[in-house]
């Protein structure tokens, strides 16, 4: 019989001549591969099967998911060839210029491309007879991988330069936001002291330079007008028209922002970061303590306090302005953490750069395209209105009415289509007239707008009182609640005065807000000019002296008495050395201050207080007796507040006498 060794060096013996024949027939597979220029890969099968099987699924994705780029040829460069070649025609640039086509396909909010100020940081691929620019080497592989994967992709929409202005008080994280631009998409940051030696230091011997340098020597300060010029001159740089601006602090008064306006400049979006006085002075002390501080600054608290009360004192006016011109103002909570405010201002600029691609990517396409976020101000707006003035006109064609936008302060809902600006009531009027604008503007119209003469306008009190002796139509009665009501005698209601409409010179008034809003939508359906021959009475208002005595305590006092004698009944309260007659007039008393409609709510906070008061002090004597004993009981084994009860008891014996009188 064969021995446990020798079995074991036998199977060994086996194993390992199967191995090596096994191995030998591999590379011999290997070398007929590799002579028929066959691709083979290795895998470790030694390590766990959850990291084999991925081996084997990236080793094979060239062959499977990316079977479509198998047989394309691509070829890696560096940014000099790819110079070379683009400066001598013999390659031509993609569709996607020098974005990058994977980045493209894995974001689709992108309205810049990443920050590349070196070539180094350029990854170009040739394909065919294009050239392409990725961002990362790991982009570059993914690119050559599988390329019919992203040049099918459609081109990216015409880049939009970063306009942006960052203002708050001192240390609420201005300059933070404005470096984190410049390093994440290569935008200048211009402070007004940068723009200022920018310009002296580029150009010394200019007007400019030597008007501030006048200034300066003589330790005065610049005056804002020179500012504005120096940051006009700074903004002309090849980095602000191709990659933006940020304007680090300003504007900060209202003549910065005239200003700005004279000079065209105006940012697509202010982002004011919002931080309290404490926490100005908190960020102070810390910086203040930071190591790194190069040289002093004026930062102590109070040039912090000084600064900040100048800034708040200026910026309800600005930011007034902006909401009301341009409607491009927001406010971030500046005590959140930095990254939170950086994602928070990131998104807004972000929004403002998408709002103005989409608007250029459609209106180059001869489409319609909103023109929210786009900065144009009221008056721009009413030069260029379309027929339909203020009009919706998605809701004039589908019968609904003529609805005023108008009172919409916002531009939300508006649209461009043929160089004319049209206002749309919602989103769902907004989103049809973008699909097909041509269905509601003329001559697709189906239905033109009444001349203006035929439009009804809302009219206020005053603006009745002026037309005197003009009277209303139809009695005074409202004529929505008398044509919905199929014209019957019980339809016809008596209008509010407040609530007045014109409309062909004639005045309506209606019993509410929803009635008059459907006679603006449809006023002829409503414009009626007779009525029954029967009439319900007028209602003519009663003085409320001119009632018998129960009828004006009725409509006087009746409800307060009601619901003041209704918690005497309630609490039923005893003062202690009253009779219940006084306390009850006592409690009276306080409950009518306390719940007087006509008191201010410091009056009527202050009576509250002595009302619970009142009735704290009228249970004493109910706890008193029943917390009370037969017998002598030490203070340990007394409750609590019994002392506090009986020493508040005892004492009422002479405030008593007080309240009483």
Same mark, same amino acid.
């Given at each position: @019989?064969?021995?446990?060794?020798?079995?074991?060096?036998?199977?060994?013996?086996?194993?390992?001549?199967?191995?090596?024949?096994?191995?030998?027939?591999?590379?011999?597979?290997?070398?007929?591969?590799?002579?028929?220029?066959?691709?083979?890969?290795?895998?470790?099968?030694?390590?766990?099967?959850?990291?084999?099987?991925?081996?084997?699924?990236?080793?094979?994705?060239?062959?499977?998911?990316?079977?479509?780029?198998?047989?394309?040829?691509?070829?890696?460069?560096?940014?000099?060839?790819?110079?070379?070649?683009?400066?001598?025609?013999?390659?031509?640039?993609?569709?996607?210029?020098?974005?990058?086509?994977?980045?493209?396909?894995?974001?689709?909010?992108?309205?810049?491309?990443?920050?590349?100020?070196?070539?180094?940081?350029?990854?170009?691929?040739?394909?065919?007879?294009?050239?392409?620019?990725?961002?990362?080497?790991?982009?570059? @592989?993914?690119?050559?991988?599988?390329?019919?994967?992203?040049?099918?992709?459609?081109?990216?929409?015409?880049?939009?330069?970063?306009?942006?202005?960052?203002?708050?008080?001192?240390?609420?994280?201005?300059?933070?936001?404005?470096?984190?631009?410049?390093?994440?998409?290569?935008?200048?940051?211009?402070?007004?002291?940068?723009?200022?030696?920018?310009?002296?230091?580029?150009?010394?011997?200019?007007?400019?330079?030597?008007?501030?340098?006048?200034?300066?020597?003589?330790?005065?300060?610049?005056?804002?007008?020179?500012?504005?010029?120096?940051?006009?001159?700074?903004?002309?740089?090849?980095?602000?028209?191709?990659?933006?601006?940020?304007?680090?602090?300003?504007?900060?008064?209202?003549?910065?922002?005239?200003?700005?306006?004279?000079?065209?400049?105006?940012?697509?979006?202010?982002?004011?970061?919002?931080?309290?006085?404490?926490?100005?002075?908190?960020?102070?002390?810390?910086?203040?303590?930071?190591?790194?501080?190069?040289?002093?600054?004026?930062?102590?608290?109070?040039?912090?306090?000084?600064?900040?009360?100048?800034?708040?004192?200026?910026?309800?006016?600005?930011?007034?302005?902006?909401?009301?011109?341009?409607?491009?103002?927001?406010?971030?909570?500046?005590?959140?953490?930095?990254?939170?405010?950086?994602?928070?201002?990131?998104?807004?600029?972000?929004?403002?750069?998408?709002?103005?691609?989409?608007?250029?990517?459609?209106?180059?396409?001869?489409?319609?395209?909103?023109?929210?976020?786009?900065?144009?101000?009221?008056?721009?707006?009413?030069?260029?209105?379309?027929?339909?003035?203020?009009?919706?006109?998605?809701?004039?064609?589908?019968?609904?009415?003529?609805?005023?936008?108008?009172?919409?302060?916002?531009?939300?809902?508006?649209? @461009?289509?043929?160089?004319?600006?049209?206002?749309?009531?919602?989103?769902?009027?907004?989103?049809?007239?973008?699909?097909?604008?041509?269905?509601?503007?003329?001559?697709?119209?189906?239905?033109?707008?009444?001349?203006?003469?035929?439009?009804?306008?809302?009219?206020?009190?005053?603006?009745?009182?002026?037309?005197?002796?003009?009277?209303?139509?139809?009695?005074?009665?409202?004529?929505?609640?008398?044509?919905?009501?199929?014209?019957?005698?019980?339809?016809?209601?008596?209008?509010?005065?407040?609530?007045?409409?014109?409309?062909?010179?004639?005045?309506?008034?209606?019993?509410?807000?929803?009635?008059?809003?459907?006679?603006?939508?449809?006023?002829?359906?409503?414009?009626?000019?007779?009525?029954?021959?029967?009439?319900?009475?007028?209602?003519?208002?009663?003085?409320?002296?001119?009632?018998?005595?129960?009828?004006?305590?009725?409509?006087?006092?009746?409800?307060?008495?009601?619901?003041?004698?209704?918690?005497?009944?309630?609490?039923?309260?005893?003062?202690?050395?009253?009779?219940?007659?006084?306390?009850?007039?006592?409690?009276?008393?306080?409950?009518?201050?306390?719940?007087?409609?006509?008191?201010?709510?410091?009056?009527?906070?202050?009576?509250?207080?002595?009302?619970?008061?009142?009735?704290?002090?009228?249970?004493?004597?109910?706890?008193?007796?029943?917390?009370?004993?037969?017998?002598?009981? @030490?203070?340990?084994?007394?409750?609590?507040?019994?002392?506090?009860?009986?020493?508040?008891?005892?004492?009422?014996?002479?405030?008593?006498?007080?309240?009483?009188?």
């Amino acid at each position: @019989e064969e021995e446990e060794n020798d079995a074991h060096e036998r199977m060994k013996t086996a194993i390992t001549e199967g191995f090596e024949d096994q191995n030998e027939a591999i590379t011999l597979v290997q070398d007929v591969l590799t002579e028929l220029q066959i691709p083979a890969h290795t895998v470790d099968a030694s390590r766990k099967p959850g990291v084999v099987l991925y081996s084997l699924e990236k080793a094979l994705r060239r062959y499977s998911t990316e079977r479509a780029g198998l047989l394309a040829k691509c070829t890696p460069i560096d940014g000099d060839m790819a110079k070379k070649l683009l400066d001598h025609g013999y390659k031509q640039i993609s569709k996607f210029k020098r974005w990058c086509p994977v980045t493209l396909s894995e974001s689709s909010q992108l309205t810049l491309p990443p920050h590349q100020p070196l070539k180094s940081q350029l990854f170009p691929v040739i394909h065919r007879h294009r050239l392409y620019f990725t961002s990362s080497p790991r982009a570059r @592989e993914q690119f050559m991988a599988d390329p019919q994967r992203y040049l099918s992709l459609p081109p990216p929409g015409p880049a939009v330069p970063v306009r942006l202005a960052v203002v708050g008080p001192p240390k609420s994280g201005k300059s933070t936001v404005a470096r984190r631009f410049a390093q994440e998409y290569g935008c200048l940051r211009l402070s007004v002291g940068e723009a200022m030696r920018r310009v002296m230091a580029q150009f010394p011997d200019s007007e400019l330079s030597q008007l501030m340098q006048s200034y300066l020597q003589v330790g005065q300060t610049v005056p804002d007008d020179l500012c504005v010029l120096a940051l006009e001159r700074a903004l002309l740089d090849v980095q602000c028209n191709t990659r933006g601006y940020v304007l680090d602090g300003w504007p900060l008064t209202k003549a910065h922002v005239d200003l700005l306006t004279r000079f065209h400049i105006i940012p697509v979006c202010i982002v004011e970061l919002e931080v309290g006085d404490q926490e100005v002075l908190r960020r102070g002390e810390i910086d203040r303590g930071s190591p790194n501080r190069p040289y002093p600054l004026h930062d102590s608290p109070g040039i912090l306090l000084v600064r900040s009360t100048h800034y708040r004192r200026h910026s309800d006016a600005v930011r007034a302005w902006f909401q009301q011109e341009h409607d491009n103002w927001h406010v971030v909570d500046g005590l959140r953490s930095p990254w939170w405010v950086w994602e928070q201002v990131h998104q807004r600029a972000l929004h403002s750069a998408q709002q103005i691609q989409q608007y250029l990517a459609r209106i180059t396409a001869g489409q319609a395209a909103s023109i929210a976020g786009l900065c144009i101000t009221p008056s721009e707006f009413q030069s260029r209105l379309g027929e339909f003035s203020q009009y919706c006109p998605v809701s004039l064609a589908r019968g609904v009415g003529l609805v005023d936008c108008s009172l919409q302060g916002s531009l939300e809902y508006a649209a @461009e289509y043929r160089a004319k600006y049209y206002k749309m009531a919602s989103q769902k009027e907004l989103d049809a007239f973008l699909s097909s604008p041509e269905r509601f503007v003329p001559p697709g119209a189906p239905q033109p707008l009444p001349p203006p003469e035929l439009l009804p306008r809302r009219r206020t009190h005053a603006d009745v009182k002026a037309m005197f002796p003009k009277q209303f139509e139809i009695q005074g009665f409202c004529p929505v609640s008398y044509v919905d009501g199929n014209k019957r005698y019980e339809s016809l209601c008596p209008g509010n005065p407040e609530l007045v409409a014109e409309y062909k010179e004639k005045l309506f008034c209606f019993t509410s807000e929803e009635k008059l809003d459907k006679f603006m939508r449809q006023p002829a359906h409503y414009d009626i000019a007779t009525l029954p021959t029967k009439l319900p009475p007028l209602r003519q208002p009663v003085p409320v002296t001119s009632l018998p005595m129960l009828g004006y305590l009725e409509q006087s006092v009746a409800t307060a008495l009601i619901n003041t004698l209704s918690a005497v009944g309630s609490v039923k309260p005893k003062y202690p050395f009253l009779d219940s007659t006084a306390s009850a007039l006592l409690y009276m008393a306080y409950h009518l201050k306390a719940h007087n409609p006509k008191s201010n709510s410091y009056v009527r906070n202050k009576y509250k207080k002595k009302l619970a008061q009142f009735e704290e002090t009228c249970q004493i004597i109910g706890y008193l007796s029943s917390s009370m004993r037969q017998g002598y009981q @030490e203070p340990n084994e007394r409750e609590i507040d019994f002392q506090h009860k009986m020493h508040s008891f005892l004492k009422l014996t002479r405030d008593t006498q007080a309240i009483a009188t």
